[in-house]
């Protein structure tokens, strides 16, 4: 922050328009300095004796930082002490209702004792965090869909566990993949974290009034929509749930019936499609109103959560009309098609590590292509194991032909659904077009499989193509 000297030019703040919604938030105690030296609230002098005060801290904890053994740290590092020394000081500041307050006892009080005070706020934060993880792990969602289960049980405990209140107090310190239905990726560090876990949980309880059943058949159905496998993409689970039960009340079903039927996608196909922007807005907010009275809920956090995914989901539907898109947005029940494929990968036979590695190594010894094929052909029966022994390159380019050769039509259509998948979100897959021979593919094994699959004969590849889409996600694991 620089310091400016006192002129006669009108300030860009005036008094009446320093307001807490104005500042940033990440750098809160910084903004409201800016402002305070812009308005007269703060003399150049009082912001330097701050500006002191603050390296002083920051002198202390580079200290610390070193246990006493060096007085300097890399630029970096300090930038990133001072960074956690504002975090914590804006944790209090942030505290006061109206700025000017906060101003005034910036002016007052030692800056030591704000930083203090702001530590045991970011502590206090820190514990209650860690309290709502215990809550939602307890209590998550019994679904396979893996940034769920990943930010949960992995991502959340490797920050809670890093977190450094101290030296990096600024820092989101985890990469957390699930997306929420409303986020505001503004906030920074554990006040970031607790925000998160808040809505989170909101949304798993609400998940929870469902039926669990019905809830994983619309991710089924979901994937199946989408043409996509839903255990591994990033999407929110709760947006799926609530809006079908928005479109269940719409269409004349309960508020915690989440399976739309055909006639009831019908109903909101017309309901939609027939109805302008203004009316799409009331018809959402009173169903909406429907379901908290339905689903008895009463607290007022998740009743705004709840209008706030209406506003959304208001604009959805608008744009789902306009493109002709309702049939991606209502997840409608679909038929189950009976269990008439068998393939030779079984998910259940998956080796240990050891046994892996040893298989590799043993496969990469003989010098016989006949050899190598029998070898993973007698050994390997998980679809796991085959695509990492396929990553481990462990086949020359001209192997690949030979053991590609003793798979049925079933297991190279699986294949094909791993090497294609971006195609067939978007599109049917021509085994014999010029698009797929021209697939750009990192791996040999990708290379050499889409080698293979062009050069046959088209009418196998007609076959092939047909159990692609007989085949879904759910009822196969490539990892």
Not at 30 to 47: C, F, P, R, W, Y
Not at 174 to 178: C, E, G, L, R, V
Not at 313 to 327: F, G, P, R, S
């Given at each position: 922050m620089q310091s400016e000297k006192p002129n006669h030019t009108k300030p860009l703040v005036s008094l009446e328009n320093v307001k807490k919604s104005h500042l940033s938030q990440?750098?809160?105690?910084?903004?409201?300095?800016?402002?305070?030296?812009?308005?007269?609230?703060?003399?150049?002098?009082?912001?330097?004796?701050?500006q002191n005060q603050l390296m002083l801290i920051l002198k202390d904890l580079i200290g610390r930082y070193t246990q006493g053994e060096s007085s300097s740290v890399s630029s970096d590092t300090a930038e990133s002490i001072f960074a956690s020394i504002l975090y914590a000081i804006d944790a209090y500041t942030f505290q006061f209702d109206d700025p000017k307050k906060a101003i005034t006892y910036l002016k007052t009080v030692k800056v030591r004792r704000v930083y203090e005070k702001g530590l045991g706020l970011v502590r206090q934060c820190f514990k209650e965090t860690e309290q709502l993880y215990k809550e939602i792990n307890n209590n998550k969602l019994d679904v396979a869909v893996e940034a769920y289960n990943v930010s949960i049980e992995e991502s959340v405990p490797v920050f809670l566990r890093k977190y450094d209140i101290i030296f990096d107090a600024h820092n989101t310190m985890?990469?957390?993949?699930?997306p929420l239905a409303v986020d505001d990726m503004s906030i920074q560090g554990v006040f970031y974290l607790k925000q998160y876990l808040t809505r989170l949980k909101m949304e798993t309880e609400l998940c929870h009034l469902f039926n669990q059943?019905?809830?994983?058949?619309?991710?089924?159905?979901?994937?199946?929509?989408?043409?996509?496998?839903?255990?591994?993409?990033?999407?929110?689970?709760?947006?799926?749930?609530?809006?079908?039960?928005?479109?269940?009340?719409?269409?004349?079903?309960?508020?915690?019936q989440l399976i739309i039927s055909a006639n009831q996608y019908k109903q909101l196909y017309l309901l939609f499609t027939e109805t302008n922007d203004s009316q799409i807005h009331s018809i959402i907010h009173k169903a909406i109103d429907q379901l908290d009275y339905d689903l008895n809920i009463n607290e007022p956090k998740m009743k705004n959560y709840l209008k706030h995914c209406g506003a959304d989901?208001?604009?959805?539907?608008?744009?789902?009309?306009?493109?002709?898109?309702?049939?991606t947005l209502i997840i409608m029940e679909k038929e189950l098609k009976p269990k008439s494929i068998v393939t030779t990968f079984k998910a259940s036979d998956r080796m240990s590590d050891n046994h892996f590695r040893l298989l590799i190594e043993k496969v990469m010894g003989y010098d016989k292509i006949t050899d190598k094929v029998e070898t993973i052909r007698k050994n390997f029966h998980s679809l796991y194991d085959y695509i990492d022994m396929l990553n481990a390159d462990c086949l020359l380019a001209i192997e690949y032909e030979a053991l590609f050769s003793t798979f049925g039509d079933i297991e190279l259509a699986i294949l094909a659904k791993k090497v294609f998948y971006e195609e067939l979100r978007n599109e049917t897959v021509d085994l014999s077009s010029a698009l797929v021979k021209e697939k750009e593919v990192e791996m040999e094994w990708q290379i050499q499989f889409i080698k293979f699959i062009t050069n046959m004969d088209t009418e196998r590849k007609i076959t092939i193509e047909k159990y692609i889409y007989d085949i879904d996600y759910e009822e196969i694991n490539f990892y």
């Open positions: 990440n750098q809160y105690t910084i903004s409201l300095l800016n402002d305070a030296l812009q308005i007269g609230m703060l003399t150049d002098k009082e912001v330097y004796n701050i985890a990469s957390i993949d699930y059943e019905d809830l994983q058949k619309i991710l089924i159905n979901y994937g199946k929509i989408c043409r996509f496998d839903y255990r591994i993409e990033l999407f929110n689970i709760f947006r799926l749930t609530f809006n079908n039960a928005v479109f269940s009340i719409l269409s004349g079903g309960n508020a915690n989901l208001i604009q959805t539907i608008i744009n789902a009309v306009n493109h002709d898109k309702l049939q």
